[in-house]
């Protein structure tokens, strides 16, 4: 699995990626404010390949994810660490407990490109499947978050098969991404959903549900 | 619905909500880091109510979705804003645009309650029914979000009766909530689910599908 090392945290003053802001409001007469972050909006993507009859998922590292289990075992890890300083993490927690199942996503920044182009892109690039738009059926949208986001997601679902196949996926290594393309057989997936020991999103198991509720029944049997 | 009024925006530089830090670690070999946010975990419960057949949801303002929906219409309205000025928002969209449906949750932020301590609380002081842990049913848990937190979310499932209601609910006004219970019938909730003119979290969706295979076989035929 991942190697993860030289493990160092400290306080972040400015980002490129968090762009916190306040806005200021009077509701129903009482005045208030609320912190927030700017983000993008988002696709998110089902994969079912008819060819081997399993979910195709990625599975990654997430620092976020790692932190929050560091800190549950280190309650103390995020103290006394001024913003000059970058301590370096002791005895730090195995990889494993940061890395996530997750569909195939992506945020939604490219000028011009519409959600469903979007999608493709995400497709190819993280789990290697040339699919096109007549591929794509919309599922729904909803929002990613409520309180710190509130960007929307909109959720698709694609049928592939090993034909469609061009390459190994993985994402984009020129930008950071090490991602895994994992493939859950249809059989097991709803018992891999409701297991909490393999960390995972709510779109994960949502829509696996949705597949075994819509999908599932009108397939050819085998 | 909410009057929302006298809405200003302006850059957070510092936040008791928003926790920025920076991760650097090396993966496979090469150099990386990401900004994240510390956060609680939580806990969110899908409420059935026996009595009326219905779901009981929760509806609020959230300045995050709404700002997403005024950076929608206004693209630049995050531009030009300097850290010293606070510009009034003009020509403001209707609040409605950041009004989402949810399931009754809460962070766990209370030192020796536990999750399902917790869980009991919110659907108090939210929806104003008292329930039991006895009366709780874990659904399962997941990652509220992977990019930027990484906290985990509990889901519950609470079934009510209208001799359980104690109070109207709606949160505590003295830390600034006003949130209104909303009861979607159990004919009307795949609907509602699947109307994406009723901005609602996954939870939502995700979990009235799980009641409507899980739970509405079971329920007794009126």
Request: charged share 25%.
């Amino acid at each position: 699995m991942e190697a993860i090392e030289e493990l160092a945290v400290q306080p972040c003053t400015s980002s490129l990626y968090l762009r916190p802001f306040r806005l200021s409001y009077r509701q129903n007469g009482t005045k208030k404010f609320w912190d927030f972050m700017r983000t993008h909006d988002s696709v998110s993507i089902l994969i079912f390949n008819t060819s081997r009859q399993c979910f195709v998922v990625v599975k990654q590292f997430r620092p976020a994810v790692y932190m929050c289990e560091v800190e549950r075992h280190q309650p103390q890890v995020f103290q006394n660490q001024d913003k000059e300083s970058f301590p370096s993490l002791e005895n730090p927690l195995p990889a494993v407990v940061g890395v996530t199942y997750e569909l195939c996503a992506g945020i939604v920044d490219k000028p011009g490109l519409s959600l469903e182009e979007t999608a493709c892109e995400e497709v190819l690039e993280e789990c290697g499947y040339r699919v096109s738009i007549a591929d794509l059926r919309r599922i729904t949208s909803y929002r990613s978050g409520v309180g710190v986001t509130g960007s929307r997601q909109t959720l698709f679902y694609a049928e592939v098969n090993d034909q469609m196949r061009t390459s190994g996926g993985g994402g984009q290594p020129e930008e950071g991404e090490l991602i895994e393309v994992v493939e859950i057989p249809l059989g097991e997936s709803m018992k891999f959903a409701y297991d909490e020991t393999f960390p995972k999103t709510m779109g994960v198991i949502f829509s696996f549900m949705w597949f075994h509720n819509n999908i599932a029944p009108k397939l050819p049997k085998k």
